[in-house]
């Protein structure tokens, strides 16, 4: 009954937040928002901030679980490096914002505003296929852990394993890298959130960039309670399916948008159809009445289901004894 008082209360907070966040825009819009605005429109980029942040701090809780399974109450000594490492990660992740940030202001003395955007888009559209990664889930995710532990693993036997002579030395060796493990763990997340938000933030600005993160982080911080204080099983496995079924949708909108922007540069070309889309459906959607974005957008809407039925018929398939150990993660 408690675990289950759990889970609503936290569904319930994350139904609460997106609430606020459309209630937030409607009265700094003064209650009418304007969906014909150039580029997506606040609301839109800060619920896509939201999800993809959420998503990839889900994934980041997920390794790290698995990383420290059974050392919070048998080898306590072992992972506060891991945590240190992790929060050394999130501090790199907050330099590399800021270095990007530097890098576009830049560029954009040489380079015009539209090929920066189009850029920008297309390098977050490859970064969105890696995080959504239905097709290459055994190597991106799966392998991901398994590499994780196998390090885990070889550090810890370092340490118990070295003669009283050279204790000192391989002890020092070994928890400098479980540092590193706890920073790659946050830092290979973090990284791809930096780069995907850019094209983001050029579109609806830095502050509604933040506001998104904000949320997304108020959501992982609620999630990693659960996990590591209070040690409850959460339905790991439905939420990963909502939030990549939430990723289709803002992959499918962001797919729309950047053939617009590389059309806007002048990097592709713009053929229209006599068919009257109201504005309102490209501001929201990235619906445009030309054949390139609808074009592209049935390929990625093709890719995206194919790729998840191709992930189901490859789980079904028989294997061999798997190596992944992930303990203290119940996906159920």
Known sequence: MKSTALRTSLVCLAGALVIAVLVWQAVTAAGNPDPTAHGISPTA???????????????????????????????????????GGAGIGFAATLVTWFILVGILALAATTTSENNIQAFTGLLAIVV?????????????????ISFQNRKKKELIHSIESAGDDRMEAVKSVAYKGLVVLGFASVYREGFEVDIFLQSIRLQVGTANVVLGTAFGLVLILITGYFTFIAHQKLPYKRMLVFTGIMLGVVFEIMVGEQVNEMQLANWIPTHTFGVNIPAWAGTWFSVFNNWETVIAQIIAAIFIIGSYYAARMERFKPRGKTTVSTAAVSTE
């Open 45 to 83: 980029g800060i619920i896509d901030t939201a999800v993809l942040v959420y998503r990839e701090g889900l994934e980041c809780i997920l390794v790290l679980s698995a990383v420290i399974a059974g050392l919070i109450r048998t080898q306590k000594v072992y992972w506060k490096p891991i945590a």
């Open 128 to 144: 969105l296929l890696i995080v959504m990664n239905w097709f290459f889930h055994r190597i991106y995710w799966t392998g991901w």
